[in-house]
């Protein structure tokens, strides 16, 4: 089992910037890739940033890309995102989710787009950007 705690989230400006942290527990954090999701009111959970289990490689969605940026710390079994330039749109409660990648299949072919992709899940931490 992992488990997982998101914080930093809050109310800001359109145009301002937060850093969401998501803490890890549980089994050791750098065998897991890591993926920041969101889902605002009426929306289905939606694909933010991932993060391979070294760090050296990452994925945005599109509507991100440029202004957010993960990033992890294995020492300190924490992965972030960075979020700047923040858009009214970007509301939603964020969470972050863990797998072990059984196969490259996992990066090659977007799996790391998907939710059901994922085997643990945080609580969420809510973000709003006021316009």
């Known amino acids: 089992q992992v488990q997982l705690v998101e914080s930093g989230g809050g109310l800001v400006q359109a145009g301002g910037s937060l850093r969401l942290s998501c803490a890890a527990s549980g089994r050791p954090f750098s065998f897991y890739a890591m993926g920041w999701f969101r889902q605002a009111p009426g929306k289905e959970r939606e694909f933010v940033a991932a993060i391979s289990w070294s760090g050296g490689n990452t994925y945005y969605a599109d509507s991100v890309k440029g202004r957010f940026t993960i990033s992890r710390d294995n020492a300190k079994n924490t992965v972030y995102l960075q979020m700047n330039s923040l858009k009214p749109e970007d509301t939603a409660v964020y969470y972050c989710?863990?797998?072990?990648?059984?196969?490259?299949?996992?990066?090659?072919?977007?799996?790391?787009?998907?939710?059901?992709?994922?085997?643990?899940w945080g609580q969420g931490t809510q973000v709003t950007v006021s316009s």
């Open positions: 989710a863990a797998v072990r990648p059984l196969t490259s299949g996992f990066y090659s072919d977007r799996s790391y787009q998907m939710p059901r992709a994922y085997d643990y």
